[in-house]
């Protein structure tokens, strides 16, 4: 019988990593990852290629073995307890990695076998999930035959088939058409609603912060984890831009200048661009300011940036042209 | 090891494995030819009688062949060296099994969410292994038994008793089935390294060799291996097997096959 390590008294904690790290040779492929997943919640583990994703990943489901830290699943320690950390996670690989030459029900009732689901309990969850996937008509066709969205589907199916605490999806619309992709999502937002934990490894900045309660930046280790809303706040929503009927004028800045809590004022043309710890907390006093000092406005907007924006600046990069540089 | 989950490993193998023409044609067309082969030439060869010297020095040999008539000599000449293919089929069926279902899981990369289920990995090595091994050695008895049923109809009491005597029994039913270990063996080992499989099973094939080294030995009148000969040799090659089985354990490690197959 296997024993809870971790977690005690916390049952709202499904998956907890503390000081988490691989070495491949002498090269560290990542460390230090120490973050906590609640119940319900879906995790994005954000980063370039090469970031260390799939290898925390792989860590986690206990595919590879940590070589520092700790990391458990519903308590169940990843270096100590792996079978039981296995049975309790689900995993979509890079790949779907599906028997092109079985067919859709067969590659589920194989992996139902190899999780030693009873024959009623796979029966039923080999329909439910082909349903849910939309691919119970096609259940009897080869795998090989499928579309790439219809196997990654076919994959998700397969993680969730013995029903895990924790699901890893990684890279789950990688190589996909936009179309394929769009649907891939539409079912991972399915499972979000569906209260299910998830952990989603992904480059697509879009996809994370569509899909995604708090967002974990990775590269070789862990830069920042939040949610995509605190993360704007500090790191995006710091401008408030002030658009004028007319040309600005200097007394115009000085007056936006003069408001306690802005940091700075730029005029282009029309525009005030004005900088701001708590942007949308100084706007009125702004308008007033600028109204009394003849301003005509035509519009205010406290700016949001993109989850883009916020990606570069906390992985300390700057795209050019050319490439990435640092 | 759990006995459940080998078999379901040995059920998803065999089943992608019928649907494998190329492989199925592998498995099924050369015992075909084995079987009726030595038949033939049995039957044809019986007609004629062997040169003098040759017949002196096969009967210095086999005294118990004494007895034969001429053509018989000659029928049981030629069916002897037809023991050797029986041999040969549980080493190349393996082969090809392991080769094709390792190398094909590596092209698909379909052994990490395999890798993710609460599997042991000698529990996979075990399915992957008798997955190759029971089709090969299965074939190899078979195939000898419907020769030895058609021998009992075609070819006289003394012929049909060549082809059942303790030489072949021991050869067909000890040394085959090690032939086949160590096929296996062969196969996990080269298909860790390589990712076509017609290099792994050209590579593998390498093992044949001692197997056809009996052939020519048997052929050239050098030696007559007789039962304890065989049994001898499934022992060594036995071992040979056992050895290659604990490299080939390390070789499927969990860690290396999730980061260094590509």
Redesign the interface.
Known sequence: MSTVLTTPGDQSVALHAAGLGRRFGDRWAVRDISLDVRRGEVLGLLGPNGAGKTTTVRMLTALIEPSEGTATIDGFDVRSQPDDVRARVGILTETPGLYDKLSASANLEFFGRLYGLAADVRAERIERYLRLFGLWERRTDIAGTFSKGMKQKLAIARALLHDPSVVFLDEPTAALDPEAAFVVRESIEGLRRAGRTIVLATHNLDEADRLCDRIAFVRGGLLRVDSPARLRGAHGERRLTVRLAAPSHPALVTAARAVAGVLGVEALDGVLHVEAAEPAEVAPAVVRALVAAGAAIVEVRVERLSLEAIYFEIMGVRPSAGGEAA | MRS??IW?LL??EW??MI??RLLVSTIVVPPLILTVAPIVLGAAVGERALPPELSAQILAQRPEWATFSPGELAGAFAVQQFLVFFLLMPAYIPLSIATFSIIGEKQ?????????????TVELLAGKALAALVPGVLTGIVTYIVFVALASIVYGPNLFGVVTDPSWLAGVLLLGPAVGLLSVVAGVIVSARVNDPRVAQQVGGVIIVPVIAVVIIQATGTAIVDAVGYALMAAVVLVVALVGLRIGVRLFD??AI??RWR
Do not use: K, Q, Y
């Open positions: 459940g989950i379901t059920r998803r089943a992608e649907r494998n698909a990369r379909s052994l990490e969410p395999v890798l993710a289920a609460p599997i042991r969990r860690e999730l980061t």
